[in-house]
């Protein structure tokens, strides 16, 4: 089983201003839009690969933010202070708390092939856990000074292997990591 961050960040490294506003990042209505030339930054592709989206709960909130759930493949929420989610989501849409390792376990044995990790800090912990395999992170061309961070304190480093990068012609620089570990 392969899993997988597909992420943008301001080029000074936040996912999000401190109170989650995604307004400097082009498209972030749910599901990164093609740009006017039809350029989807490989977001089909990859979300087509895979399984299961296990997000945090606060990124759960802005999804929610949104209107309209946007993801038609399961979704797996963490939280350790939400009971229950909305009625009115789909059946897709599933709540948890439990360890990146318990998760991970989980999914594994039920025959899941690729998941998708999503939010900072949810990212931060299957990092530390040595369950994350690849980091595609997205660089968007602005500085926004503060805000939440993609990555923070590690108790050992984590070594990568730069897979590859493309350039987009908006500006986006996409790099691809494989985690060594
Ligand atoms: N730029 C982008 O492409 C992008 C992508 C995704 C998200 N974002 C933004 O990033 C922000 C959210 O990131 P974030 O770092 O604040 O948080 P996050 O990872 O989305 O959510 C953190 C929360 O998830 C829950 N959680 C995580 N792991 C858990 C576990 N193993 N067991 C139980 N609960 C667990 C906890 O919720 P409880 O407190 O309920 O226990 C924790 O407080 C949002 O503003 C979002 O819009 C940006």
């Known amino acids: 089983m392969k899993t997988s961050v597909y992420i943008a960040i301001s080029f000074d490294g936040f996912i ?3 109170n989650g506003e995604l307004d400097w990042l082009p498209g972030a209505d749910g599901e990164p839009v093609p ?4 350029e989807d930054f490989g977001y089909n592709a990859f979300i087509q690969s895979i399984d299961t989206l296990i997000m945090g709960r606060n990124t759960f909130e802005t999804v929610m933010s949104f ?3 946007p993801y038609k493949k399961p979704v797996i929420v963490l939280s350790s202070t939400l009971d229950k989610l909305p009625d009115d989501l789909p059946a ?10 318990e998760l991970s376990d989980e999914l594994n044995t039920s025959g899941a092939q690729h998941l998708y990790i999503d939010g900072g800090k949810t ?4 990092l530390e856990a040595g369950l994350i395999d690849e980091l595609i992170i997205s660089q968007v061309p602005v500085l926004i000074g503060s805000g939440i961070p993609l990555f923070g304190p590690l108790n050992k480093d984590i070594k990568l292997n730069h897979l590859e990068t493309t350039s987009f012609k ?3 620089v996409q790099n691809k990591y494989k985690v060594i570990g």
């Not at 740009?35 to 039809?38: L, P, T």
């Not at 709540?95 to 390792?101: A, G, R, V």
């Open 35 to 38: 740009d006017s030339e039809g």
């Open 170 to 172: 908006n500006g986006f």
């Open 92 to 101: 897709t849409v599933a709540l948890k708390c439990c360890s990146p390792e």
């Open 123 to 126: 990212i931060q912990k299957f």
């Open 16 to 18: 999000a201003r401190k």
């Open 67 to 69: 209107g309209q759930w």
